[in-house]
């Protein structure tokens, strides 16, 4: 069993910055990839930010790309999603997620990852 508790949401303006953070338990971590998707009201949870297990791949969705940033600390067993020059339309429940590989790769897809934690709002004013 994983168990994943996302934590670092709250009220920001826009053009400011929020880091998330989400720790997992156990020591299987580092067996672990990991993934940020977020959900706005009435729409499709969306892929966010992805790390592979080992943390030397990375990839982030057009939309958040250039101010978003997914990083890991396996040592901690916690991923972060660093957030800059955040906007309106970045307002969402933010979700981590998780799932089992031997593969230094990444997933993108809802249906790669087997675990969710609760998810933690991020709301940017304009």
């Known amino acids: 069993q994983v168990q994943l508790v996302e934590s670092g949401g709250g009220l920001v303006q826009a053009g400011g910055s929020l880091r998330l953070s989400c720790a997992a338990s156990g020591r299987t971590f580092s067996s672990l990839r990991m993934g940020w998707f977020r959900q706005a009201p009435g729409k499709e949870r969306e892929f966010v930010s992805g790390?592979?297990?080992?943390?030397?791949?990375?990839e982030h969705a057009g939309s958040v790309k250039g101010r978003f940033t997914i990083s890991r600390d396996n040592t901690r067993n916690t991923v972060y999603l660093q957030m800059n020059n955040l906007k309106p339309e970045d307002t969402a429940v933010y979700y981590c997620?998780?799932?089992?590989?031997?593969?230094?790769?990444?997933?993108?897809?809802?249906?790669?990852?087997?675990?969710w934690g609760q998810g933690t709002q991020v709301t940017v004013s304009s």
């Open positions: 997620a998780a799932d089992f590989t031997s593969r230094d790769s990444i997933a993108t897809t809802r249906r790669e990852y087997g675990y």
């Open positions: 790390i592979s297990r080992t943390g030397s791949s990375t």
